[in-house]
């Protein structure tokens, strides 16, 4: 899930081929193993704050949340 100034914003496929040097960041990882890649939103060019939620384990809702502000 994405948040963009709170208003949900979608994955953006046209942001991620902008990216066409770098791997979607996509699929299951085994445990102690690590994956590398970017993922994509289209934002308003006036937006102040993203906000990503990534779920780690889908068994026990584990969350992180990262946040980027334009400043």
Do not use: R
């Not at 791997?23 to 085994?30: E, I, S």
Request: with cysteine.
């Amino acid at each position: 899930e994405a948040y963009c100034d709170d208003y949900t914003c979608d994955y953006s496929i046209s942001a991620l081929s902008s990216k066409n040097d770098k791997k979607q960041l996509d699929g299951t990882v085994a445990p102690g193993k690590k994956m590398k890649g970017v993922v994509g939103y289209e934002v308003p060019t006036d937006w102040k704050e993203l906000e990503v939620h990534y779920t780690l384990d889908i068994l026990d809702n584990t969350e992180i949340i990262f946040i980027a502000t334009n400043s």
